[in-house]
């Protein structure tokens, strides 16, 4: 299996400040079409998980061009430029390169 | 507006057995693929499996923890997905979600719906 490992664990950030999330993949996840089989996702408390950036750097529809996804092969990275309020939560790394689909452990971003 | 509606949650003995339901709405069921998803209260994100879509023969694959007692399986004349468990665990308590994926080389698993828990007690 494809583990995922996310750095840090808990994020606080103070509003307007950038912030930047870590994931590294025990194998590539470089396909060979070239897209990168790595997707970041934000869950709120108490709500699903939605989809910012997927295919490693790829906003998703509806995503504030303050996300951005960069990174190949093993190790990414999901920032943030400025943070706001209402991107406090938990983050998530995912590959879908082979089954099983595999997840980070999770970053938590708090405001301070 | 595409939507995802698990439901069929609940309270279930050990070894017992539940069926979960993924109610599909917005988009062409029959296309995507479905993934079903679990979170431990306060853990973190498990994959549970995944069925393809028709186009390719509704192939399935599971997570390795629920492997051989969990069974995924869809109808696309109802817009539905469901998940059989059976022979549950106290630790496969958990809220399940499950989420789409267009099944094309430039998508990923975009849309989750909304989880139903499962409690299973000892």
């Known amino acids: 299996d494809i583990v995922m490992t996310q750095s840090p664990l808990s994020l606080p950030v103070t509003p307007g400040e950038p912030a930047s999330i870590s994931c590294t993949s025990s194998?590539?996840?470089?396909?060979?079409?070239?897209?990168?089989?790595l997707g970041w996702y934000l869950q709120k408390p108490g709500q699903s998980p939605q989809l910012l950036i997927y295919?490693?750097?790829n906003r998703a529809s509806g995503v504030p061009d303050r996300f951005s996804g960069s990174g190949s092969g093993t190790d990414f990275t999901l920032k943030i430029s400025r943070v706001e309020a209402e991107d406090a939560g938990v983050y998530y790394c995912?590959?879908?390169?082979?089954?099983?689909?595999?997840f980070g452990g999770g970053t938590k971003v708090e405001i301070k | 507006e595409v939507q995802l509606v698990a439901s069929g949650g609940g309270l279930v003995p050990s070894g017992g057995s539940l069926q979960l339901s993924c109610a599909a709405s917005?988009?062409?069921?029959?296309?995507?693929?479905v993934h079903w998803v679990r979170q431990a209260a306060g853990k973190g994100l498990e994959w549970v499996g995944r069925?393809?879509?028709?186009?390719?023969?509704?192939?399935?694959a599971y997570g390795a923890s629920v492997q051989g007692r969990f069974t995924i399986s869809r109808d696309d004349s109802k817009n539905t997905a469901y998940l059989q468990m059976n022979s549950l665990k106290t630790e496969d308590t958990a809220v399940y979600y499950c989420?789409?994926?267009?099944?094309?080389?430039?998508?990923?698993?975009?849309?989750w719906g909304l989880g139903t828990l499962v409690t299973v007690s000892s």
């Open positions: 295919l490693g750097s």
């Open positions: 989420a789409r994926r267009i099944e094309d080389s430039e998508s990923f698993i975009d849309y």
């Open positions: 995912m590959q879908d390169l082979q089954a099983p689909v595999t």
């Open positions: 194998q590539s996840l470089l396909r060979s079409n070239g897209h990168n089989s």
């Open positions: 917005g988009f062409t069921f029959s296309g995507p693929a």
């Open positions: 069925i393809r879509g028709k186009a390719k023969g509704y192939a399935t």
